[in-house]
């Protein structure tokens, strides 16, 4: 796919929600599960040289299972051994940001180089944001593109484009421009272009014009469009 879109595509390691883990993860160790990551960012995934850039998305549901805390301990583990970023898939409640981000910090997770995915359906209140914000962590609005409040999978009254923008804009003038990063979770045919839906160009095309149209600096966009994923996304 990278070398048919021309682009760079950065694959994940880990697991994802309790209701797809393996059959046996009950009986999986923290030590299996972290060497399982990290394998597949230092080796390569599935067999292959194709190796993994980020660990995530780390599924988490509300309130959090045994084996999700699990996973976040040998997320935090493989994240010492190899020096990748963690992208975590937060549960639908705003409580869960903060109690996972204990986890992996008590796990030895560095969360300055860990996103917090998904505030769009998460965070309603600034000041619960400006709390996840305080932790050191990436603060991801990942869901542009959805423009209604309708949310099929809870009692949650989803942001539209610009409301995003506001929430970005107040991480902004709270200090933390350089810790937001923005995306599509593009995951149904329906929000692809080729089937009518707004695509993976959205942000590029509309959402950084309309973000200069408010006001956001030209070094601002950049940050968040440009320099901010860079920095998430390097390690050795």
């Given at each position: 796919m990278s070398q048919i879109a021309g682009i760079n595509v950065i694959s994940g390691a880990g697991f994802y929600v309790n209701a797809v883990?393996?059959?046996n993860m009950d009986e999986l160790s923290e030590s299996y599960l972290s060497e399982k990551i990290a394998n597949e960012v230092l080796v390569g995934i599935d067999g292959t040289d194709i190796r993994a850039g980020i660990i995530g998305e780390i599924g988490c549901t509300w309130p959090l299972h045994k084996n999700e805390r699990k996973v976040l301990r040998a997320a935090a583990i493989a994240q010492k051994e190899t020096g990748a970023p963690i992208l975590i898939h937060p549960g639908r409640n705003p409580k869960a940001p903060i109690e996972i981000l204990n986890i992996l910090s008590q796990a030895g997770a560095d969360i300055s180089h860990t996103v917090m995915g998904h505030l769009d359906r998460t965070i309603s209140?600034?000041?619960d944001l400006l709390e996840i914000a305080n932790s050191g962590c990436y603060l991801e609005y990942d869901l542009f593109g959805n423009e209604t409040s309708y949310y099929a999978l809870g009692d949650i009254v989803m942001p539209n484009d610009a409301q995003r923008m506001e929430y970005i804009s107040a991480l902004i003038s709270n200090g933390f421009g350089d810790k937001i990063v923005v995306s599509h979770d593009i995951c149904h045919k329906h929000s692809m272009?080729?089937?009518g839906g707004h695509g993976y160009s959205h942000i590029l095309e509309n959402i950084a014009p309309r973000m200069a149209q408010r006001g956001f600096t030209e070094d601002?966009?950049?940050?968040?469009i440009i320099e901010n994923p860079a920095r998430l996304l390097t390690f050795s």
């Open positions: 883990h393996p059959e209140e600034v000041s272009s080729s089937y601002q966009i950049n940050a968040i």
